[in-house]
């Protein structure tokens, strides 16, 4: 039965006034009703590792199936830690420094709940990950948008078509944004990087400046790394952590989905000082407490040899990345340097378009291909709205599909 609010004068409590149907969930829809090709949401058709998925079917019938230990499986905690160690020289204890969770996105939420008062303010540079005001609203905090500055030519890391960035436009750390957002409330900063929506990678001057601004503030770092191993041409991932006076004030989080083609498997991962893991267990055992048992064993064996397997990724990856951006411009759409994750921006006004959800609603029936308007992902008032995302995170066809429904529409 429906209940009816107005009948019954119930109403949704505050926090999640306004978290109504999603504009992904929208476009979803409209790639669903028109046939368009989806490049909307980032969700892959490329398969994982086929020995990776044999092996969990083979733990599913071996009724690998139960809760498994609330931190994770020592197994994936150990894997964690010496890829850690391996990539980055950092060095965490399995037991204590390492939390096995229910994808990034409960890692995130549980980080702010165990971190955040009400009332306190955690800072994010602008566009950004959807889930970053959710969660810092249910942690009772306010989410602090700030501007990443757009970069209207050259830049450092890789470039569209393979080039090393030439006159692409990309964004950069605005450091006068960064210092104008704090206040005497806020306690934390997310840093996304390698980073959704835009595709860029923090460069070592940018960590090092935003180091210097949290070791200054002392405020507590949350740093996002999901994408980690997807980074192409010469741009470099590297992890604000293993700066200097950063491991002790940095949870690092990432995620077996997106380097394995596992989004669905919602496997995820937290390391830092046991002090702060421990109060992100805290929060954690009431979401989910624990889950994800046949995966956990399988992917701390696929961990250990993840550079092989990313490596073949990063080239369909970098692949599609050229063929989207190479027939984004030769339809006239603009599109910005992705040097790493499954995105690609691109600026609509060449279109006659100044409003990215409209040109997003219109785009199936026009060009038959779903995208997403970067307004989703923008937090202040004033941002421009002339950018929208498309996804590369697909199979070869359906990106060449696109692209040639986009030159056709131009």
């Known amino acids: 039965m429906n209940v009816n609010a107005r009948e019954t004068g119930w109403s949704p409590a505050e ?6 149907e999603s504009v992904f969930t929208e476009m979803t829809e409209l790639a669903r009703r ?83 008062d009400p009332g306190d303010e955690v800072l994010a540079f602008d566009p950004c990950y959807d889930a ?42 605005d450091l006068d944004a960064l210092r104008a957002a704090v206040t005497g409330r806020t306690r934390v900063l997310i840093l996304n990087s390698p980073h959704n929506p835009t595709g860029k990678v923090f460069t070592a001057a940018e960590l090092a400046a935003i180091a210097e601004f949290c070791r200054e503030r002392d405020l507590t770092v949350v740093t996002d ?27 690092t989080i990432s995620s077996a ?26 929060a954690k055992q009431f979401l989910t407490y624990a889950s994800g048992t046949p995966y956990q064993e399988a992917l ?25 951006s190479e027939g984004l411009t030769r339809a006239g759409l603009r599109p910005y340097r992705a040097e790493a994750g499954y995105f690609l921006q691109a600026d609509i006004r060449a279109w006659g378009h100044a409003d990215g959800v409209r040109f997003c609603r219109e785009l ?33 066809k359906s990106v060449v599909e696109a692209v040639e429904k986009l030159i056709a529409a131009a």
């Open 34 to 116: 028109t046939g368009a090709v989806n490049l909307g949401q980032g969700v892959p058709e490329l398969d994982g590792p086929r020995p990776l998925l044999e092996e969990v079917a083979a733990a599913v019938l071996a009724g690998a199936n139960q809760y498994p230990p609330a931190y994770g499986f020592p197994a994936l905690r150990e894997a964690v830690a010496a890829h850690q160690r391996r990539r980055y020289g950092l060095e965490y204890a399995p037991q204590g420094e390492v939390l096995v969770t229910t994808g990034a996105t409960e890692a995130i939420a549980a980080a702010l709940m165990a971190l955040c």
């Open 132 to 173: 970053y005001p959710a969660v810092a609203r249910f942690a009772g905090a306010r989410l602090v948008p700030v501007p990443l500055a757009e970069e209207n030519a050259g830049g450092t890391g890789g470039g569209t078509g393979g080039e090393s960035g030439g006159g692409t436009p990309g964004f950069a750390l």
């Open 225 to 251: 790394e999901v994408y980690e191993h997807l980074v192409y041409d010469d741009a470099t991932h590297r992890t604000i952590a293993a700066l200097p006076g950063m491991r002790e004030r940095t949870l």
């Open 364 to 396: 199936p029936l026009r060009a038959g291909v779903v995208a997403i308007p970067t307004s989703a992902f923008l937090l202040a008032p004033d941002a421009p709205s002339h950018l929208v995302r498309f996804s590369f995170c697909r199979r070869e």
């Open 15 to 20: 926090r999640v006034r306004g978290m109504g």
């Open 257 to 282: 989905g997106k380097t394995f083609n596992v989004t669905g498997w919602k496997v995820g991962w937290v390391c830092g000082p046991a002090r702060l893991v421990a109060a992100v267990a805290a």
């Open 300 to 324: 701390a064996r696929a961990l250990g040899g993840v550079e092989e397997w990313a490596g073949e990724l990063r080239r369909t990856l970098r692949r599609n990345r050229d063929l989207l």
